[in-house]
């Protein structure tokens, strides 16, 4: 490969050779017989990453597309999710749950904090939300949430809200026990 500048921003990324090696193959279809061994060992891996027992779902599409699934596949119009923000994400998760009629309370730290677990608890107590999200590694402060001690808090104050979890930055280099923690969507 020829010497290139290093590029270190948050995206787009430096790929190894072997992963631009494989990109380079032509395209397997989803009919194709060799798709259903590779799909099957992804989704096990990802178990693996994960540390669930659950079924995983392997989207084709950006961040925000996880976004969309679950604000309108698991969030109706009307109920209520509370966003813990902790810079822009928190911010565009937010909107993307409003487009779906979802009414967002948004759980708002100062520049470069990650939301505190009594603040959490506090406002868990105001009313019943359908979800809480969280944004595990916000690129735009460089903050890192405690996405187990929030989970943790969620399942002993309102153990009916879903915590769904922003792991665009963070599956595969943080950890995240889905199963262990109660975390419902990653």
Not at 21 to 29: K, R, V
Not at 92 to 102: D, K, L, Q, S, W
Request: charged share 20%; hydrophobic share 40%; with cysteine.
């Amino acid at each position: 490969m020829a010497s290139h500048k290093l590029c270190m921003i948050p995206g787009p990324i430096e790929f190894h050779e072997d992963v631009l090696q494989a990109m380079a193959t032509p395209a397997t279809s989803h009919v194709a017989p060799n798709f259903i061994p590779a799909l099957g060992e992804s989704i096990e891996l990802l178990r693996q990453i994960l540390f669930t027992s659950g079924q995983p779902f392997i989207i084709a599409g950006s961040g925000t597309l996880g976004w969309d699934m679950t604000a309108s596949n698991l969030v109706e119009a009307g109920e209520d999710v509370l966003v813990c923000n902790s810079g822009y994400f928190g911010d565009r998760f937010g909107e993307c749950m409003e487009t779906y009629g979802a009414k967002v309370t948004h759980l708002r730290v100062p520049i470069g904090e990650s939301p505190k677990l009594d603040a959490v608890s506090a406002a868990l107590k105001t009313k019943k939300f359908k979800a809480i999200t969280i944004t595990h590694v916000d690129t735009s402060t460089g903050v890192l949430a405690d996405i187990k001690g929030i989970a943790d808090v969620v399942r002993r104050e309102s153990p009916e809200t879903l915590v769904v979890v922003d792991g665009v930055c963070s599956v595969g280099s943080e950890e995240i026990r889905m199963d262990a923690w109660g975390i419902d969507v990653v």
